[in-house]
């Protein structure tokens, strides 16, 4: 049977938000225990006083607050690449694009050190390369429609601990820093544990200095 400090344990654990309130001292351990109560009497099948989840709170704090919402694993990020020079395009799904994206394939891994990062959505699809690539994708695109390109972007890549991949939250401290500063990113994408970034080109540097900056 699970204890109130278990369930409490449980909730801060998976909402990084709440963590993160803890960690800075936003908000007091009873306006805290007011918000969970109704969470931790669901876990616990039973009514929960809001002074013994605080109480729970109280004692989770103290035993490290600081790691709440993945910082730890966070500073295990310090492998980053920066690729410039890149160009997106953005078209409808069709038949015919798994097709395109094989002879795009097929084309790059004969080019040294050409980026090449395809995504399809449930109704668009995007492809990511290297502007020298660029011309050649726009005539393999030629006969899809609605196409949107956009220019002059540049990714950051990071390596993430395995670990990482059962922990909630792991993105947050991340994509916390970025918005912070007031920098915003064209895309974002994940293949297991790398994480790609795409900034349009004038963010880029300012980017590079917060991510390295959280994760150093």
């Known amino acids: 049977m699970r204890t109130i400090s278990q369930a409490v344990e449980e909730i801060i654990q998976r909402t990084p938000f709440l963590a993160e309130t803890m960690a800075e001292g936003i908000a007091n351990n009873a306006q805290i225990a007011r918000k969970i109560r109704p969470d931790v009497e669901k876990r616990l099948y039973e ?4 002074a013994a989840i ?3 709170l109280h004692r989770i704090a103290k035993r490290a607050p ?5 910082a730890k694993l966070v500073k295990k990020m310090n492998d980053l690449t920066v690729r410039s020079n890149l160009v997106e395009f953005v078209c409808a799904n069709s038949a015919a694009l798994p097709r395109v994206l094989d002879v795009l394939s097929k084309s790059a891994s004969k ?7 395809f995504s399809r959505g449930l109704h668009e ?3 990511i390369v290297s502007s020298e690539f660029g011309p050649e994708v726009t005539e393999a695109l030629a006969h899809e429609k609605h196409i949107k390109k956009i220019g002059n972007l540049s990714a950051i890549t990071m390596r993430m601990p395995e670990e990482s991949l059962t922990v909630p939250g792991m993105y947050y401290p991340i994509l916390k820093a970025l918005a912070t500063e007031s920098i915003s990113f064209v895309e974002i994408m994940s293949v297991r544990t790398e994480l790609s970034i795409i900034f349009d080109n ?6 590079f200095s917060v991510l390295k900056r959280i994760t150093s």
């Open 202 to 207: 004038a963010d880029i540097d300012r980017a």
């Open 47 to 50: 009514k929960v006083s809001e």
């Open 125 to 127: 699809s995007l492809i």
């Open 54 to 56: 605080a109480m729970a």
């Open 66 to 70: 600081q790691n709440l919402y993945s």
């Open 111 to 117: 080019r040294k050190d050409t980026f090449l990062n």
